[in-house]
C-alpha cells in the first residue's frame, strides 16, 4: 500500500461548456483535494476520493463566475461540496483505465464513468520523491445534478449547453 500526497501546485481540475451554441465556455476549481488509497502497480484495486470546492470556480469572469455560485446552478451556500468517490477501477490498456463511481453535486448523487490515464512514474531530480501523474476526462449532464438554469437564443438553441466536459490532471508524491 503507497501513500499518495496530491501535489496541489502540479494539478488542476477543469471543464468546458457549449456557450451561445458556437463557442465553449471554460473555467477551473481551485481548491480541491485527491485522496488515494491503494497500490500505483495495481491501480484496479485502489478507492478515490475527489473533494472540490464548488466556490472555488473560476472562469476568468467575476458576473459569470457569481452567477455560477448562485442558486441558479451551484448554490453554494447550501452545497458547497461537490465529491467523487469511486465503486471500481477497470483496466481498459496499458496506461488506460476507466473509474467509476458516484458524484454528488448539489446533493444528487449518480453514477458516473471517466477515463484516466496514467503517465507513469518519475524520480524528481530536486529532492529524489517518486511522482506519479494522472490525466482524467469525462462528459456529464449538469441539467441530471440540477443545474437546470438557461435562456433560449432568438436564433434556436440554448445560452449553456447541457454537457459539460471535465478534465483533471493530478500529480502525486508516492511513498
Do not use: C
Request: avoid cysteine; proline fraction near 1%; aromatic fraction near 10%.
Amino acid at each position: 500500500m503507497a501513500n499518495f500526497q496530491l501535489d496541489k501546485v502540479h494539478s488542476s481540475i477543469s471543464f468546458q461548456v457549449k456557450h451561445l451554441m458556437v463557442s465553449k465556455a471554460k473555467g477551473e476549481f481551485t481548491q480541491f483535494d485527491v485522496e488515494v488509497d491503494g497500490d500505483v502497480d495495481q491501480l484496479e484495486s485502489a478507492k478515490v476520493k475527489v473533494t472540490v470546492q464548488a466556490s472555488s470556480i473560476d472562469t476568468k469572469n467575476e458576473d459569470r463566475d457569481n452567477h455560477l455560485r448562485s442558486g441558479d446552478f451551484f448554490d453554494v451556500e447550501n452545497y458547497p461540496v461537490i465529491t467523487f468517490v469511486s465503486e471500481s477501477i477497470k483496466k481498459v490498456s496499458d496506461d488506460d483505465y476507466e473509474v467509476t463511481g458516484k458524484l454528488t453535486i448539489r446533493n444528487v448523487t449518480r453514477t458516473e464513468t471517466f477515463k484516466v490515464e496514467f503517465n507513469g512514474q518519475s524520480k524528481n531530480p530536486l529532492d529524489g520523491s517518486i511522482v506519479a501523474g494522472f490525466d482524467v476526462e469525462g462528459k456529464i449532464n449538469r441539467e441530471d445534478y440540477g443545474l437546470t438554469w438557461n435562456a433560449a437564443l432568438e436564433t434556436g438553441g440554448f445560452l449553456i449547453g447541457k454537457d459539460v466536459k471535465l478534465f483533471g490532471s493530478f500529480e502525486f508524491v508516492i511513498s
